[in-house]
């Protein structure tokens, strides 16, 4: 049921087949690089996100520079992971039923498992397949920090939850998941400072309780690629979980910096590359990437290179390349690059990454041909 | 990089895990039999679009119930039909570069393929691939009865590509992609009444210039799960391509029909099975479907059997069952039956299909365990 990748190690990029989900390599490995360097020079730890590249081949390079470890959203999602060598995974989430349970205590025999709870029933389940398993589970308590998602209220309910984690003999207390998602994508840097402090606030205040109680947090989890530096400066975020950063979406260009231009903190490493398939009049160029190649949820993703281009209009396997504000015209067989507006879900349409070195230049090459191996984990 | 299933044949429905694809396989029979039974009364040929359920499992149910074959959008699509029993496939789009269509080419030795074109360097690089592999490969000339995507203007522009494909040795002429698209979401029947009129009359002048020119098509094209009815009783189309009628998207659900009530010529046949796996507080039942498990780009799916409820803010793997609005409360680990707004791109999402008898009774159990086995062909 995976389709066979779309090119080979040492292709040109021109052999490349399309619709190709495309790393430029180069770009991908400064972007690992700079997050590494903010968390060695802040004194934070960092444990990037894998539900962005779901790939442990990505995930062994961000261990190699410095990560302690990945973040997961699933169980079969850090099966995925640790299969592919990983050893230390947090699902920073909840997991609830016997079935995932049992998996998830089986994992923790193999390597270093932690999971989230925001729930006295979820915490009892998680406690009865660690008992049934005998082998214990680190379980986070997980606070809403503003994101209004899943999480029990920080302070004292937070503390309850520990208290039970704690006294749990099956279980072990791992520390706190405090991540405001919401925040990610506000526009200005002032709405993301102002939600991210009121997030370090309510983390400091439950981190002060839990200490007070004599249950230190041994990991305090949170931040992503549009506020990291906010979490990783406040001194109660003690491991950062951007996983975005690794590509950059084209959304996360929609921020702002401080002095109003787009963010830039990192660069689009990620590209799905397509060809133009028809071409009926020539400011349509009808290209072989549609909604089962890209994600449109946040919003379409964009041509690069192509002033005044648009992507518009997508249908299952077509996507219109809207030349009419544009002066550039394409060819039949053209390719065009387009940055996906959020990778994750983009990522997930995917059975391969093609690795690109010298991206942009005449030598590009096919450097690294890398399944998606976590595509698809949704259980 | 496939997931395992979710279930087996003889689980009763309870024992699913979450979040999968279940079908309600005696409303999809329903499905299937209502449709072949229309063309057959209206003496139209069915060849249903595989691009929705991408499986050669319910294509072989479609092909037993009279359907001439499938549609398909990719070669890589066709394959996986062709590698499944069927034995007859129009691509109904166009394909363009050389490893394709030699692909296409030797998938004509193992059943009856045809492809569409709209320009004359698509069909030229065609007949070199047929040629190349000695064996002759069907082209339908597609043409834009409105839909404003791909395709070559109607009338005499279509009959020049026609000329050009009977005049090439290695291709055979096999007649008209006339799918009108964009009239099968327009919420009144008057609307896509208007469009599809349109349609209709465009491609019966083409039809006839065709038939002046001595070469009457074999295949007329066209037509979606919102206006079958229309293009079946035009006379000018011969063969049907609806595809989402097997399942029947809440999007199409929300087309009205001639008296104003929703459009219901088909029922629901497909849903996501979600579990509660957070519940923060009671109106907010975090469950464990996302943007990975269900697609957005037709608004958000349904859920069903819970009045006022909604689901709401999705992201990579959580959706919220918004309760707000409703006197229904959840628990953890509750399920819920979404109805997906798009079922096309939402099943490319999923590795396995459960089929499911008597769903919605306490019999309901799994009868069916099939691969989604185009899922990803995007090549």
């Known amino acids: 049921m995976s389709m066979p990748p779309p090119a080979r190690v040492g292709d040109p990029f021109a052999e490349i087949d399309t619709p190709a989900l495309v790393i430029d390599l180069d770009a991908m490995e400064r972007n690992i690089a700079r997050l590494a360097a903010f968390a060695t020079t802040t004194g934070v730890k960092l444990r990037p996100h894998a539900k962005t590249h779901k790939s442990a081949d990505i995930g062994r390079l961000q261990v190699a ?12 999602e ?14 920073s989430n909840e997991v609830f039923g016997a079935r995932k349970l049992d998996r998830l205590a089986a994992l923790s025999r193999r390597a270093r498992v932690a999971v989230c709870a925001d729930n006295v029933e979820a915490i009892e389940a998680i406690a009865a397949a660690a008992a049934r398993s005998g082998v214990p589970i680190t379980t986070l ?8 998602r899943c999480g029990v209220a920080p302070g004292e309910p937070a503390v309850a939850l520990a208290r039970l984690i704690a006294s749990r003999p099956s279980l072990s207390f791992g520390g706190l998941q405090a991540y405001q998602g919401r925040a990610q994508h506000l526009r200005t840097l002032g709405e993301r400072r102002a939600a ?16 007070a109680a004599g249950l230190p947090p041994a990991i305090v989890g949170g931040a992503g690629t549009g506020t990291y530096d906010l979490e990783g400066s406040s001194g109660v975020y003690t491991e950062l979980q951007a996983g975005s950063y690794v590509f950059m979406d084209a959304d996360y260009a929609r921020n702002k ?3 109003g231009r787009p963010y830039d903190a990192f660069e689009h490493a990620l590209y799905v590359i397509a060809s133009v398939m028809s071409l009926p009049v020539p400011e349509r160029a009808v290209i072989d990437a549609g909604l089962k190649t890209c ?10 290179g192509i002033d005044g281009a648009a992507y518009i209009r997508p249908s299952d396997e077509h996507g219109i390349i809207d030349l009419s504000k544009s002066n550039r015209r394409l060819a039949l067989g053209e390719r ?7 990778c994750d879900p983009t990522v997930n349409l995917h059975d391969w990454y093609v690795g690109v070195r010298g991206y942009g ?6 450097e690294r041909v890398w399944p998606v191996a976590a595509r698809g984990a949704i259980f």
Do not use: F, W, Y
């Open 78 to 91: 850090a099966e995925a992971m640790v299969a592919g060598g990983i050893a230390d995974v947090l699902v």
């Open 361 to 366: 230049t005449a030598s590009a090459h096919v």
């Open 141 to 148: 308590v997980e606070i809403d920090v503003g994101a209004n």
């Open 336 to 342: 065009v690059a387009l940055i996906p507006s959020h």
């Open 65 to 76: 520079a410095g990560a302690v470890g990945l973040c997961c959203q699933k169980v079969s």
């Open 257 to 259: 910096r401080a002095d």
């Open 196 to 211: 991210i402090d009121h997030a370090i606030e309510a983390t400091r205040r439950t981190v002060e309780l839990l200490k």
């Open 295 to 304: 994600s449109t949820d946040a919003g379409m993703p964009e041509p690069r």
